[in-house]
């Protein structure tokens, strides 16, 4: 709503610097015709705080027995929203016919209102009973507190209003004269805030049920470990099973206030995992988290990281999972390889590779070649004169060293002279017990 200060600096700048009857290139002739505010403009309100969210509920554990039980588990109201402001009002100046246009000031927006706060939800009910009907005997209240109203918006003020809509001024320079019209604009008028807006009711509380005498140990479904430190004991995983039904109003005293939705306890898994680590590769250098987890049908998922690739053998007998891990690498040392230096010139050049992680004795390996040879003399540019995946029988491995004559490929010999300039780019595949990753390697040189 304010109008920027740049118009209203340059203006001031030129009636304190320059006398009215100068004639001089106005110095902010990208602003010279906004007009100038007479007055000061009113201030806006604040806007309201929202009101505090109201708290949930106690979570309560009962035994439903034949004696009657009132149990309380309703959700903190929220607060309501407070009042935005009111706006100041502006202050209003008549003009003195100026040689230019003014603006009166504007009036100030009202600050808006503060949301109400949510209801908190209401408690989530435990029953372990041994007779369902007894459960007739609790008197629940579960319900969800209510959102609070949202607060009022600050009144705004009216803007100013001119004294005198138009005028006009004689302008004389160098002897010429001329006559300038000029106005005067009422300011804006403010807004009123909006009213906030009002918070939402809390959720109702819902009901498991139990039925069994002794208490129910907390589940553990998911276990998440670092590898390097994971002990060679077994470790427990637990998953508790429930199924959702409806009709929980029906179980509980008339009058309650709980959700129709509720569980009904159907029984437990237990299960037990173990690693067995044999791989040469260090437990305590692999990096990241062994992650378990079972499902309601009693499957154990096992997820180890990215990088780590294995032989291991899995073994499920009874609750027990065992997982040996017979062989391993990582990924990362997988692709550690480079170009090592070049041999030969022309048609006897050679490239070779090395394994700089020294995996190669156990990694199968392959390769696809890209050369390109460059031609032209005015522009000359890249131009691929073979591209194919190279036989194993044409690539000479010796451990962790790998060498490739291009003489050997079916490359035309005229691609193969003295003092070509070449790019080379070779798209190495790495393969490890059905694990893969690619890396791409690049030369460019002369044979």
């Known amino acids: 709503m304010k109008r920027p200060r740049l118009a209203w600096l ?41 009101g505090r969210q109201g708290r949930n509920g106690p979570d309560r554990t009962v035994r439903a027995t034949q004696n009657a039980q009132t149990i309380e588990m309703r959700g ?26 003014v603006q009166a000031a504007d009036g100030g927006d009202g600050g808006d209102g503060g949301r109400g706060g949510s209801g908190g939800h209401g408690g989530n009910l435990t029953v372990y009973y041994e007779d369902l009907d007894r459960v ?20 705004g003020t009216d803007g100013c209003n001119c004294n005198e809509d138009t005028w006009e001024a004689e302008i004389c320079s160098d002897g010429n004269c001329r006559t300038e019209h000029y106005r005067c604009t009422d300011g804006k008028d403010g807004r009123n805030g909006r009213f906030g807006s009002n918070g939402a009711d809390g959720g109702v509380g819902q009901a498991r049920l139990i039925g069994q005498r002794a208490s129910l140990p907390g589940d553990r479904p998911r276990v998440e470990s670092a590898i390097a430190t994971l002990p060679t004991t077994p470790i427990d995983l637990s998953l508790n099973l429930w199924e959702t039904r409806t009709g929980a109003k029906a179980l509980f005293a008339d ?21 067995l680590w044999a791989s040469d590769l260090a437990q305590d250098r692999v990096a990241g988290d062994l992650v378990l987890t079972v499902n309601d049908q009693g499957d154990l998922d096992i997820d180890l990281p990215e990088d780590l690739w294995f032989d291991a053998e899995r073994t499920d007998s009874g609750t027990l999972t065992t997982y040996r891990v017979r062989s391993a690498l990582l990924r990362s040392e997988a692709l550690q390889l480079a170009f090592g230096r070049p041999s030969g010139s022309g048609e ?30 005015r522009r000359p540019r890249y131009r691929t004169r073979y591209e194919a995946d190279i036989p194993s029988e044409l690539i000479q491995q010796n451990h962790n060293r790998f060498t490739v004559k291009l ?7 005229e691609y193969l002279q003295t003092g070509s300039s070449v790019r080379v780019e070779l798209v190495v595949t ?13 030369w460019n040189g002369q044979l």
């Open 10 to 50: 340059c203006a001031a700048l030129l009636s304190v610097i320059l006398p009215l009857s100068v004639s001089v290139l106005h110095p902010c002739s990208t602003v010279a015709q906004a007009a100038r505010t007479v007055g000061t403009d009113g201030r806006d309100g604040q806007d309201g705080q929202a």
């Open 76 to 101: 903190e109201d929220g607060d309501d929203g407070y009042w935005g402001s009111d706006a100041t009002h502006p202050v209003c100046r008549n003009h003195r016919r100026p040689s230019h246009d």
């Open 136 to 155: 007739r005997n609790l008197y629940v209240r579960a319900d969800g507190g209510r959102g609070g109203r949202g607060g009022s918006g600050g009144r």
């Open 255 to 275: 009058g309650s206030v709980i959700s129709d939705r509720y569980e009904i306890y159907q029984g437990r898994i237990e299960r037990q995992f173990q690693l």
């Open 348 to 377: 006897q050049f050679e490239l070779s590779i090395l394994d700089r992680a020294g995996l190669s004795d156990v990694i199968e390996t392959r390769f696809h070649l890209r050369y390109r040879v460059e031609e032209g003399e």
């Open 407 to 413: 003489a050997d490929l079916p490359i035309d010999r």
């Open 430 to 442: 790495r393969t490890y017990a059905g694990n893969s990753a690619e890396q791409t390697l690049s």
